[in-house]
């Protein structure tokens, strides 16, 4: 069964930087890609970014040049997918959110619980 958790989430000041991580694991032999999205109170979830299983990078407008996808793959099959966010500003507040998206294989998508950001001015 697929696994995932995300960690990283904290209070900073506008202008400051965060990592978020998500762990993956549990996919076996599974292609995935893996989705951040973000959900602000009294707001629909949104696409942040994702890296895609042939390491494509791919950002929403709102981030692209402030954040930046990558992936470490593990020998043990849990991998970390990073969200490293510089430049922060006060609208990135939100819950983060990490998607396992199945690509190749008899696996699920599946959402992790996700992690809070808090940005202030």
């Known amino acids: 069964k697929v696994n995932v958790v995300e960690s990283g989430g904290d209070s900073v000041q506008a202008g400051g930087s965060l990592t978020l991580s998500c762990l993956v694991s549990?996919?076996?032999?599974?292609?995935?890609?893996v989705n951040w999205y973000r959900q602000a109170p009294r707001q629909e979830r949104e696409y942040v970014a994702h890296?895609?299983?042939?390491?494509?990078?791919?950002?929403?407008k709102s981030v692209r040049d402030r954040f930046t996808i990558s992936q470490r793959y593990a020998e043990n099959g849990e991998d970390v997918v990073s969200l490293q966010m510089n430049s922060l500003k006060p609208e990135d507040t939100a819950t983060y959110y990490c998607?396992?998206?199945?690509?190749?294989?008899?696996?699920?998508?599946?959402w992790g619980q996700g992690t809070q950001v808090t940005v202030s001015s």
């Open positions: 998607k396992f998206v199945a690509v190749l294989g008899h696996c699920s998508d599946t």
């Open positions: 549990g996919y076996g032999d599974c292609e995935y890609d």
């Open positions: 890296i895609d299983s042939y390491g494509g990078a791919y950002y929403a």
